[in-house]
T-cell receptor
Framework: GESVGLHLPTLSVQEGDNSIINCAYS??????FIWYKQESGKGPQFIID?????DKRQGQRVTVLLNKTVKHLSLQIAATQPGDSAVYFC??????????????FGQGTILTVHP | KAGVTQTPRYLIKTRGQQVTLSCSPI?????VSWYQQTPGQGLQFLFE???????NKGNFPGRFSGRQFSNSRSEMNVSTLELGDSALYLC?????????????FGPGTRLTVL
């Protein structure tokens, strides 16, 4: 039969706008969260990370917000540029324990930036 | 520093065959993780190797296996290929000290099973 693919959420913005990409995570034991960007034909590229003892972290043009109460993560991109067009994934893991090398990824969000 | 490299980039196989994919980590990285990416299931963790030992394993059948060499290079093998194994296989390397070490991904190997 025909396989059903994931229907990724999409976000379409104009160049120069701010973008907000959301992610809900599932594991209460996760204490380390990462955002990756994946462009067509490439592997995921690290953007920014945050530990559970923080609720906000800023990078260059990007900010990650973490709300542990509702298990929600968001990525804010300021002054979005056409080069930001990609699929964005959140990932979760545990800093300790036995989660060696294992990232659990969200489904991804397609960001399209129009010039 | 050179990034993570994966070979081959593209591969076409038929059902029942087996395949070996290779991953060379960033110099100095001792951990290599493998992921399968498909439109239906997204990105899923296969396994992780550190110092030639498998430390962690995802929920995949035994047809999926891997190994790591003393120079930290890693290979994964899929035996008795099925149509559903068609996917982008990604490897990621990190220092391997713990869960907060950043994982850097390679470009992936696109496997098509006919």
């Amino acid at each position: 039969g025909e396989s059903v693919g994931l229907h990724l959420p999409t976000l379409s913005v104009q160049e120069g706008d701010n973008s907000i990409i959301n992610c809900a995570y599932s594991n209460s034991a996760s204490d380390y969260f990462i955002w990756y960007k994946q462009e067509s034909g490439k592997g995921p590229q690290f953007i920014i990370d945050i530990r559970s003892n923080m609720d906000k972290r800023q990078g260059q043009r990007v900010t990650v917000l973490l709300n542990k109460t509702v298990k929600h993560l968001s990525l804010q991109i300021a002054a979005t540029q056409p080069g930001d067009s990609a699929v964005y994934f959140c990932a979760e893991t545990s800093a300790g324990g036995t989660s060696y090398g294992k990232l659990t990824f969200g489904q991804g969000t397609i960001l399209t930036v129009h010039p | 520093k050179a990034g993570v490299t994966q070979t081959p980039r593209y591969l076409i196989k038929t059902r029942g065959q087996q395949v070996t994919l290779s991953c060379s980590p960033i110099s100095g990285h001792r951990s290599v993780s493998w992921y399968q990416q498909t439109p239906g299931q997204g990105l899923q963790f296969l396994f992780e190797y550190f110092s030639e030992t498998q430390r962690n394993k995802g929920n995949f059948p035994g047809r999926f296996s891997g190994r790591q060499f003393s120079n930290s290079r890693s290979e994964m093998n899929v035996s008795t290929l099925e149509l559903g194994d068609s996917a982008l296989y990604l490897c990621a390397s990190s220092l391997g000290r713990g869960g907060t070490d950043t994982q850097y991904f390679g470009p992936g190997t696109r496997l098509t099973v006919l």
